[in-house]
């Protein structure tokens, strides 16, 4: 297993662009499942969880390729259904990765019936799909379980029925369940309204792509979607939405070595309460045009929710109480790279975990390195040092994984990550984009 060797205490400079959004970009892929035209994907992120759901899409009759586009963009995927008999999702997939589960809904709503693997627990948590079953069986499914597989049947009519969807949770509402049903509703026979829908910009991107396939959803980003069923869904082309927790990550890498760093492709918009804790913790960050320049806030950009940020820090930082939730709430995927900053800010923070109260492995990583933390159920109390220490460290999740890098990029010495795969599912080659800022790091090659 590949490991990163990361030299800290060099200063982040220079500019990159972020990727396209791994947590919008796979249940967009899903969606192929809904039509036998084609659709056009550009800006997908290239990862291993990008990779192991086009497998999963490819054994259920999609056919998936990489296209250079006419304006040579990476990352640009065409998928179209050619064979839809398949129906089946087996374990030895789904259990690489839970969003693999997101083909149900389509799979339901376009074929009539699906037969899937349950995902298994996970290094953050339990991580149940009882909310998606709910969600499926209120638009009529019959859903049985038995030897670790989910059976899914749509009514005898062949087209699930609209109907009203409460799906909160005991965390709040969830996004995966959000998408998978509001995909299935899009071919139901008359109106559905999920109650309690995510907000997260992921769930909007997935409407804008279903609503350009024909689709009739609106309420998208609000607790309260509405979507209209119709009897056929075509193709369509869509862009990404840019990946606010890779975003996010790359402004913790700049302050925390005390850097100047220029992310292009930034979503801005959807990181407010993620900017207000860099403000409390005292990161600089501004807008800025494309010659580096400060711009204008106020002024209408093309895409405002694509901007350039400069991020930079010279000074010691603040700590901070921070809670994670719901979007627009702190999100939970930059909490472990948070941590690894208040390590070192100056004084006491705490950060408690509202969406996945277990998500704590990284703490005893970070112990290692010398933070000085405490866990107290589903909060950690943090008292700021003044210098981490390069350490051997093992990844234990994505985001964990991202926080243990950046901690290591800050930290005195050298600092082994083990077990990078969990960084290779969601950020694209992270090693070289630090590498490009500056940042003293190199893949060594395991088993
Ligand atoms: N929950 C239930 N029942 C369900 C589903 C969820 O009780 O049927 C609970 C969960 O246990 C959790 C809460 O509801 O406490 C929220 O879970 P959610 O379903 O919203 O999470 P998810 O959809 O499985 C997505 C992201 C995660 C991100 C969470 C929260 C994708 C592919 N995954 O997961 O991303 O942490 O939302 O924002 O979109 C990551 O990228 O590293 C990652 C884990």
Request: aromatic share 4%; proline share 5%.
């Amino acid at each position: 297993m590949d490991a990163f060797v990361i030299q800290g205490g060099r200063r982040l400079r220079g500019r990159t662009r972020v990727h396209g959004s791994k947590n919008a970009a796979l249940p967009l892929l899903t969606a192929a499942l809904l039509t036998d035209e084609p659709l056009l994907v550009d800006d997908v992120p290239d990862l291993s969880d990008v990779r192991n759901l086009l497998r999963l899409l490819e054994s259920l009759g999609c056919r998936c390729s990489r296209r250079a586009g006419e304006d040579d963009r990476a990352g640009r995927l065409e998928l179209q259904v050619v064979d839809e008999t398949a129906d089946r999702a087996d374990y030895e997939i789904v259990r690489t990765m839970r969003a693999t589960f997101n083909v149900l809904g389509p799979l339901l709503a376009r074929r009539g019936r699906a037969v899937i693997s349950r995902p298994g627990g996970c290094n953050i948590g339990d991580r149940p799909v009882d909310l998606h079953l709910h969600g499926f069986r209120a638009l009529g499914a019959e859903i049985h379980s038995g030897e670790g597989y989910i059976h899914a049947q749509a009514p005898a009519s062949g087209r699930l029925q609209g109907a009203r969807i409460f799906l909160g949770g005991p965390f709040g509402p969830t996004v995966t369940g959000t998408a998978n049903v509001m995909s299935a509703a899009t071919l139901a026979e008359g109106r559905t309204v999920i109650d309690s829908a995510a907000c997260e910009p992921e769930i909007v991107d997935l409407a804008n792509l279903l609503n350009a396939m024909g689709a009739r959803i609106s309420g998208a980003g609000t607790p309260s979607v509405t979507i209209d069923g119709v009897e056929a869904l075509g193709g369509a082309r869509h862009t990404v939405i840019p990946d606010r927790i890779e975003a996010g990550t790359l402004m913790i890498a700049a302050a925390i070595t005390n850097g100047d760093v220029i992310l292009e492709n930034c979503p801005l918009e959807e990181l407010t309460a993620f900017l207000t804790c860099l403000d409390a913790v005292g990161v600089q960050w501004e807008l800025v045009d494309e010659a580096g320049d400060k711009a204008d806030a106020s002024s209408d950009s093309p895409d405002s929710r694509s901007q350039c940020v400069r991020v930079a820090s010279q000074r010691r930082l603040s700590p901070a109480a921070i809670t994670t939730q719901p979007h627009p709430g702190f999100p939970t995927d930059l909490q472990a790279q948070m941590m690894a900053l208040l390590a070192v800010a100056d004084g006491n923070s705490v950060i408690t975990e509202k969406i996945f109260p277990d998500r704590f492995l990284h703490v005893a990583e970070m112990l290692r390195m010398g933070a000085n933390l405490v866990r107290n159920g589903p909060a950690v109390l943090i008292s700021g040092v003044r210098h981490l220490i390069g350490a051997p460290v093992m990844a234990s999740d994505l985001r964990a994984s991202a926080g243990l890098v950046l901690a290591g990029l800050g930290a005195t010495g050298t600092t082994t990550v083990n077990r990078v795969y969990h960084i290779d599912r969601g950020y694209e080659k992270m090693e070289r984009t630090l590498a490009e800022l500056g940042a003293e790091i190199e893949r060594v090659e395991g088993d």
